[in-house]
């Protein structure tokens, strides 16, 4: 014996099943995309740093530490994007891999992002006599770093912007907004306070 009417009602559980699936993607691509615009702007000040690292490296230092705790949550948010991807989640592949040239991109950037970092931070901790090699790794990294990060910003930009223009202008159709930017919010709280405690580290240093 067989039930029909059993029918829309499986029907209507996978259905709901995969709108949870693709608001839960939705929701990553949208922290990504507040989180990116913010490192924008964090990367810009950086970058205005560069020509007077001589005479304020301490702003440099300060920027410097500011920005690892975003970046290591877009590394979080890209990752997971990046493996639920690969692990043929439904909700991620109804979305889509990016352009080919950016997924091919992408290792480089993330390996070229951890060393530009390490590097940084451990020319502020080490010893005086210990760091012309990790100099001379943070200054090539970051060349190297330089141009791949501006094919990936050019990459992403408008999307970025777009979806986080709708997230603050609350014209975005899933709720949660203020739980999606205290997340982008506490990253940058937490960068200025490692800023702060490792600026300290930043007197009498030289170039």
Known sequence: ??????????????????????RGAEINNKITALNGALLFVLLGLVGLTLPLVHK??????????????????KLVTTGYRFFSYYMDRPAYKRRGPPNMILRLL???????TVIVIASG????????????????????????WFGSMTIHVLGHIVETLKVS???????????????????????????????????????????
């Not at 304020?56 to 949550?73: C, D, E, K, N, S």
């Not at 931070?121 to 190297?144: G, M, W």
């Open 121 to 144: 931070i451990a020319l502020v901790l080490v010893p005086p006599r210990e760091r012309l090699s990790f100099l001379f790794i943070h200054r090539a990294s970051f060349v190297l």
């Open 106 to 112: 992408a290792p480089f950037v993330v390996a070229l």
């Open 1 to 22: 014996m067989t039930f029909p009417q059993n029918r829309p009602t499986s029907h209507k559980v996978r259905t709901r099943r995969e709108r949870i699936q693709d």
């Open 56 to 73: 304020a490296l301490w702003v440099h230092i300060f920027l410097g530490m500011l920005i690892v705790p975003p970046i290591l949550l």
């Open 165 to 207: 223009m709708e997230e603050w202008l609350g014209k975005s159709p899933i709720r949660g907004f203020w739980f999606r930017a205290s997340l982008v919010i506490s990253s940058a709280i937490i960068g200025l306070l490692v800023a702060l405690w490792f600026l300290p580290y930043g007197n009498g240093w030289f170039l």
